[in-house]
């Protein structure tokens, strides 16, 4: 029933800046933990932020913190990631995801295997 749709992706240059956005279209989008992975041509599927369903705890990779930043707004459905200082290391399809609900156990970040709706992506692409 939900979709998950992102946008903001682009062709930017060394040190940019982009945000992006997933607007979720279904019911109850408050109650579920989001997640942004991404995953780039030859590589595995790689966690990049997650924020509780709450809105009072996020994660991040290593290789972003302090550079990227994961928000939402519940009364938009929407789940947005600011991207700051953009390297070319981070030109990747960039996905959005549902992760645990509040009901659940399992604690954040998880794996990818924790998600089970993803939107299909947007594409970042960082020149050097």
């Known amino acids: 029933q939900v979709q998950l749709v992102e946008s903001g992706g682009g062709l930017v240059q060394t040190g940019d800046s982009l945000r992006l956005s997933c607007a979720a279209f279904g019911r109850s989008f408050s109650i579920w933990s989001m997640g942004w992975f991404r995953q780039a041509p030859g590589k595995e599927r790689e966690f990049v932020a997650a924020?509780?369903?709450?809105?009072?705890?996020?994660f991040y990779a290593d290789s972003v913190k302090g550079r990227f930043t994961i928000s939402r707004d519940n009364a938009k459905n929407m789940v947005y990631l600011q991207m700051n200082s953009l390297k070319p290391e981070d030109t990747a399809v960039y996905l959005c995801?549902?992760?645990?609900?509040?009901?659940?156990?399992?604690?954040?970040?998880?794996?990818?295997?924790?998600?089970?709706?993803w939107g299909r992506g947007t594409q970042v692409t960082v020149s050097s």
């Open positions: 995801a549902r992760g645990p609900p509040a009901i659940s156990t399992i604690r954040l970040p998880g794996t990818s295997e924790d998600y089970d709706v």
């Open positions: 924020i509780h369903w709450s809105g009072g705890n996020t």
